[in-house]
């Protein structure tokens, strides 16, 4: 296993049709490197992602938990088939390894990893695009998000629930034109807590990398939060996060 903290760039496989590490990846690495600690207290049993690309994440966090994760077990998804065989590379390379399936999301793996999940990492397809772009072959499968960009999280967000194990955390890739606020009020009603553990602007995007996990606070019906405190204070806090969301809305014609 390579003494490195997270997958080096030059030794990250590539491949024409395979979205390369950017900054959503190197943001979501870096959410991950800041939770390190929290993460080896939480002695995680399975850690998965949904759509690995070239690697560079899932080889990163197999590697900054490490031996002192011994007992962790890796899987990670792509719907592309050369991202399979990208990802692989990139595991070999850094001598880390980790169950690699081709499917979308986490299809024919609901059943068998159900509720078993500690970590998830995803950084889905986001960008607002035309619905007919969702789903394509080859590398457009990688940003292609449909309207608002929520297409795919949309997908992603319900199977998340069935997969968390009761202790498990969910870390994904959001842009402001998901409307992320929304996104934490929606899991907020299944009974997930959020915060945000990474927010990164650039001159195209403000990308934040959200943590989101089971509060048993909020799991009477869904409906335990809105008792205690209100549902207008439920989203004056949630957006209260993401302090640039009314500029970005206003130009969410971004492009990953």
Same mark, same amino acid.
Request: proline share 4%.
């Given at each position: 296993?390579?003494?490195?903290?997270?997958?080096?760039?030059?030794?990250?496989?590539?491949?024409?049709?395979?979205?390369?590490?950017?900054?959503?990846?190197?943001?979501?690495?870096?959410?991950?490197?800041?939770?390190?600690?929290?993460?080896?207290?939480?002695?995680?049993?399975?850690?998965?992602?949904?759509?690995?690309?070239?690697?560079?994440?899932?080889?990163?966090?197999?590697?900054?938990?490490?031996?002192?994760?011994?007992?962790?077990?890796?899987?990670?998804?792509?719907?592309?088939?050369?991202?399979?065989?990208?990802?692989?590379?990139?595991?070999?390379?850094?001598?880390?390894? %980790?169950? !690699?399936?081709?499917?979308?999301?986490? @299809?024919?793996?609901?059943?068998?990893? +159900?509720?078993? #999940?500690?970590? /998830?990492?995803?950084?889905?397809?986001?960008?607002?695009?035309?619905?007919?772009?969702?789903?394509?072959?080859?590398?457009?499968?990688?940003?292609?998000?449909?309207?608002?960009?929520?297409?795919?999280?949309?997908?992603?967000?319900?199977?998340?629930?069935?997969?968390?194990?009761?202790?498990?955390?969910?870390?994904?890739?959001?842009?402001?034109?998901?409307?992320?606020?929304?996104?934490?009020?929606?899991?907020?009603?299944?009974?997930?807590?959020?915060?945000?553990?990474?927010?990164?602007?650039?001159?195209?995007?403000?990308?934040?990398?959200?943590?989101?996990?089971?509060? %048993?606070? !909020?799991?009477?019906?869904?409906?335990? @939060?809105?008792?205690?405190?209100?549902? +207008?204070?439920? #989203?004056?806090? /949630?957006?209260?996060?993401?302090?640039?969301?009314?500029?970005?809305?206003?130009?969410?014609?971004?492009?990953?």
């Amino acid at each position: 296993m390579s003494s490195f903290r997270t997958a080096q760039i030059h030794l990250v496989s590539s491949h024409r049709e395979v979205y390369e590490p950017c900054d959503d990846s190197f943001a979501l690495v870096d959410a991950l490197l800041a939770e390190r600690v929290n993460l080896l207290n939480h002695h995680p049993t399975l850690c998965f992602e949904v759509g690995c690309g070239s690697g560079y994440v899932i080889t990163s966090l197999a590697l900054m938990l490490g031996k002192e994760a011994s007992g962790a077990h890796y899987i990670a998804t792509d719907i592309n088939p050369h991202a399979i065989r990208v990802t692989q590379e990139t595991l070999e390379a850094h001598g880390v390894h %980790a169950e !690699l399936v081709s499917t979308d999301i986490a @299809s024919g793996l609901e059943k068998r990893l +159900a509720g078993s #999940v500690d970590v /998830l990492v995803v950084n889905p397809p986001y960008v607002p695009t035309p619905e007919d772009e969702v789903g394509r072959d080859g590398i457009a499968s990688a940003w292609a998000g449909g309207e608002n960009g929520r297409s795919v999280i949309d997908r992603i967000l319900p199977v998340a629930d069935v997969l968390l194990s009761d202790k498990g955390w969910l870390y994904m890739v959001t842009l402001t034109a998901n409307n992320p606020s929304q996104i934490c009020l929606q899991m907020r009603e299944k009974g997930y807590a959020s915060r945000i553990v990474v927010q990164r602007s650039t001159e195209e995007e403000s990308l934040h990398v959200i943590k989101f996990w089971k509060d %048993a606070d !909020l799991q009477v019906d869904g409906k335990e @939060s809105t008792h205690k405190i209100g549902p +207008a204070r439920v #989203v004056e806090s /949630l957006i209260s996060q993401f302090p640039r969301l009314s500029f970005w809305r206003n130009n969410s014609n971004t492009n990953r």
